[in-house]
């Protein structure tokens, strides 16, 4: 079975129906209230109740809030909601817009990632627009963005979540832990060069550590490689409609392997340090499990096409999409639930309940174009209408919208692209094997001998497995973009070597874009009326996992793994406690967004706030 | 005289990082190498960022408090994204750092706070400069340009305006550059040139013919390259949007022209 939740069902030829049962309002959405009273009461029950406020989260891609109440006796998070704050309005600004211009301003919406977002617009109107681009404008693009993944991945492990467990930052918060990595040999030493745990933990240091200053300069060499195919980054210069602009050579794939030979090197140490961190970790604290677990929902699009089966038609799309390098797919309690895209996009709905938007009414879309049942709420029906209001946790609070598949909450990112490709066993390439229950990732010499990497589908989805399988993502990345720089020297040996196919912008069509980001899912659904943008909807991976509650009262995922976050900090006093798990947790998503986390430890402090606050709980 | 140490406020308004990210690129030197003093001329910086600083929460918000109080001397204030005007948004906000009785604080009252006490002010990426995509036609927020919130009259307390560096991004050692020269002008060894635009002069002197438009675009990467003379433009074969311009995106759309079947 495809979809619980949802009413709908397949028939004997395998088409998406309405299921016999659902009458009068099918997609209909019961709208409880939430408790109302909770925080106040909880912050009021004991001084040992605290609510946090950090504000802002540093070190994650935009502007993020985070809201939890912690209870420091019993180390549990009793509440927590993530805020998105900033709204720049794009999708209002894209409406009546020509098509195209879709490429170059969604490409804006994230300077962090604007390469994906530039490909999955042109992946959008080459559906609209029924044109396919040849294959080398294929092979260079899927280059180009495995080298931009390479590039935020580093960003990401490095600068933004890597000083969670530098030294610094282990001595002011588990300074137990610390004094133990002195003692502790690094299993991989002969590979990373780092002979104890604590050598990795100053790695780590901001500005300063080794690996910090490695890392920046890997990212560099990473986004030459990205500009080398898409023209520059961020925000590349060269994707179009059917094609590619950038001037393909010889040279520029020669040019592609030199740096390709660095990062090779480069993949082995990042995941064989991070393997021997984490494992510290669980070994010296097992509880180290229970950090920012989650339900084990798990959504991707997958990315990187076979420059053969992509033809950008929705009809074809679960084809093509299941020969893609990071197989597309959902999983529901760590089962796989289906690899096809055009039920991946079936089951997305948006809710806005508690979001700075107005509800829209209209439905131009009741079926998709296979005649599939569209939720109302789907992307294709949504409407962005703005509405800025007061903050207040039982009815508004964020900018950030509630994205569901078949109505549960979803992660994506490098872990969902491992797992989904793992699980589908589909992959066809020469290095990375899908085992069903892992990958084996087969790294070639380089200045370093050969290595095998074996990521397994861990137990349990929580924060350090995000962050192990990020490490290794580096690798897949890694191994992705070797393989489509010999499918370049391939093609453009035989003569292939045609980037660009003509296209005309139509009067009306619909089309969706189905790409993922380094921090996971993105599509971008475009409708075309009277050959303008009528509608641009942009659904990003932070959009799905900094979401806040849905009409029934469930958490978004950021929100469910800080809420299961036992607090493992070592603390004396109340004014000492830094929130070190929660923001590892909050972190180990990789958000990408403009939010907002408060924190404060003093008990009288906070029953204050909790009275006063317009935000508040009354 | 170059001071010991100085401070860089970076505030994040209606933008993408994308800045952020270009100087984070940059390589001649490379930003780490700027912050820890290792130009000549520039003395240590610490740069409180949300995208990088250490320091979260509480921590953060009280060193925006004391270089709003004047105690980071000297500041400079650098503002990546559009000014949003939040008296659009009503009861709600578009941007918030912070929080006071309970409301998010705008980035435009941090701008109020910090503007008066910085010795300069940069505007980095169109969006700071000129508004960019979120000040577009149709837009639900007022995005504006940091010059435009300030006003033309504005000038800081080394008696600049503020100091322009469009480019969607721009280039990131063009940031780089622009400090580096800050400092040179602080100790009078060098003064910083701006143009017309209140841009660098060395750094938008080149211009050349928009082929769309039929309008002057000033911009270095088609002489500098994207990342260390890798990649660019139209110079790699792709397209020039005149990212650097004033009225970017509304007057060059279309920002792609299809082309003519072969």
């Not at chain 2, 009078?188 to 143009?195: G, I, Q, S, Y």
Request: proline letters at 8%; one cysteine or more; charged letters at 20%.
């Amino acid at each position: 079975m495809c979809f619980k939740n949802l009413p709908i069902e397949f028939d004997a030829h395998g088409r998406p129906v309405l299921r016999p049962d659902a009458s009068g309002d099918p997609f209909g959405v019961p709208r409880p209230a939430l408790d109302p009273a909770a925080a106040a009461q909880k912050i009021a029950s004991g001084a040992h109740i605290k609510e946090l406020m950090l504000d802002p989260v540093t070190r994650v891609a935009g502007a993020l809030a985070f809201h939890t109440v912690v209870d420091l006796q019993s180390r549990r998070v009793l509440e927590a909601h993530t805020e998105a704050r900033v709204f720049r309005g794009y999708e209002v600004i894209l409406k009546g817009r020509t098509p195209t211009d879709a490429i170059d301003i969604s490409s804006r919406a994230c300077g962090v990632c604007g390469g994906v977002h530039a490909t999955c617009a042109a992946m959008a109107l080459e559906m609209a627009f029924g044109v396919v681009p040849p294959p080398l404008a294929l092979i260079a693009r899927n280059l180009g963005e495995a080298a931009e993944l390479l590039y935020d991945h580093s960003l990401h492990l490095f600068l933004l979540a890597g000083p969670d467990y530098s030294a610094l930052a282990v001595s002011a918060t588990t300074p137990s832990l610390g004094a133990r990595a002195q003692q502790t040999p690094a299993p991989h030493a002969h590979i990373h060069g780092l002979p104890r745990i604590a050598a990795i933990m100053e790695g780590l240091n901001p500005l300063r550590g080794a690996l910090y200053t490695e890392a920046l300069d890997i990212t560099r060499v990473a986004r030459e490689v990205a500009s080398l195919m898409l023209g520059k980054y961020p925000h590349p210069s060269t994707i179009i409609p059917g094609g590619l602009l950038t001037t393909l050579s010889a040279g520029s794939f020669n040019q592609v392997l030199g740096r390709i030979v660095r990062l090779l090197d480069y993949a082995k140490k990042v995941a064989l340090l991070w393997e021997d961190l984490i494992e510290f970790f669980y070994a010296e604290l097992p509880a180290y499990a229970a950090v920012g677990e989650r339900s084990r929902h798990l959504i991707g699009t997958g990315m990187w096409d076979d420059a053969e089966a992509y033809d950008g038609s929705f009809a074809t799309c679960d084809a093509w999409g299941e020969r893609r390098q990071a197989t597309p797919g959902v999983i529901v309690d760590g089962q796989l639930r289906t690899t096809r895209l055009s039920a991946l996009n079936l089951g997305m709905e948006e809710f806005v309940d508690h979001s700075f938007y107005e509800q829209w009414h209209a439905q131009p879309f009741p079926s998709d174009p296979l005649g599939g049942p569209l939720s109302p709420y789907h992307p294709w029906n949504k409407q962005t209408i703005p509405h800025p209001t007061q903050k207040n946790w039982k009815e508004r609070y964020t900018w950030a919208t509630a994205p569901r598949w078949d109505r549960l909450t979803m992660e994506s990112g490098p872990i969902s692209r491992h797992w989904i490709t793992a699980a589908a066993a589909k992959l066809n390439n020469p290095f990375i094997v899908a085992t069903g229950d892992g990958l084996q990732i087969e790294l070639p010499k380089g200045t370093m001998p050969a290595l095998t990497l074996h990521w397994q589908i861990p137990e349990r989805l929580n924060t350090l497995e995000r962050v192990r399988a990020r490490a290794y993502h580096v690798a897949y990345c890694c191994m992705v973009a070797y393989t489509y720089l010999l499918q370049g020297f391939e093609y453009l040996r035989l003569g292939k070597d045609r980037t660009t196919t003509p296209y005309q912008i139509p009067d009306s069509g619909i089309g969706v874009g189905f790409w993922e980001a380094g921090r996971g899912i993105l599509t971008h659904h475009a409708v075309v009326e009277g050959g303008r943008l009528a509608n641009y909807q942009i659904l990003t991976p932070s959009s799905w996992m900094a979401s806040p509650r849905d009409p029934w009262g469930l958490p978004g995922p950021y929100e469910e793994a800080v809420l299961n976050t036992p607090i493992l900090e070592e603390f004396s006093r109340p004014d000492d406690f830094k929130g070190i798990d929660i923001l590892r947790t909050i972190r180990s998503f990789d958000p990408c967004m403009p939010c907002t986390v408060h924190m404060h430890a003093d008990g009288q402090v906070i029953v204050r706030d909790a009275t006063t606050c317009a935000c508040g709980v009354d | 005289m170059t001071p010991e140490r100085a401070t860089i406020v970076w505030l994040s308004g209606g933008g993408c990082d994308g800045c952020t990210m270009a100087v984070l690129g940059a390589s001649t030197p490379g930003l780490e190498q700027l912050l820890l003093g290792a130009v000549p001329g520039v003395p240590p910086l610490e740069l409180i960022h949300t995208a990088l600083s250490y320091e979260g929460g509480a921590a953060y918000l009280a060193r925006l408090e004391q270089a709003a109080a004047g105690r980071l001397a000297p500041l400079i204030l650098v503002l990546e994204g559009s000014v949003l005007d939040e008296s659009r948004a009503g009861d709600g906000f578009f941007t918030g750092l912070g929080d006071s009785g309970g409301r998010p604080i705008t980035i435009s009252t941090w701008l109020d706070r910090l503007a008066p006490q910085a010795a300069a002010v940069i505007a980095i990426g169109t969006c700071a400069t000129w508004g960019g995509i979120p000040a577009a036609a149709g837009n639900p927020t007022g995005a504006m340009g940091l010059g435009d919130y300030l006003g033309a009259q504005f000038r800081s307390q080394l008696g600049l305006p503020v100091i322009n560096l469009p480019g969607c991004a721009p280039h990131g050692d063009n940031f780089i550059e622009a400090v580096t020269y800050l400092f040179l002008h602080i100790a009078e060894t060098v003064p910083l040139e701006l143009d017309a635009y209140n841009r660098p002069r060395w750094l938008y002197g080149q211009g050349f013919r928009h082929a769309q438009s039929a309008l002057d675009v000033q911009c270095n990467v088609p002489t500098r390259g994207w990342m260390r003379r890798v990649g660019g433009c139209a110079t790699v074969g792709g397209r020039c949007i005149a990212c650097t311009m004033p009225d970017f995106p509304d007057r060059f759309s279309p920002l792609i022209v299809p082309q003519s079947e072969e």
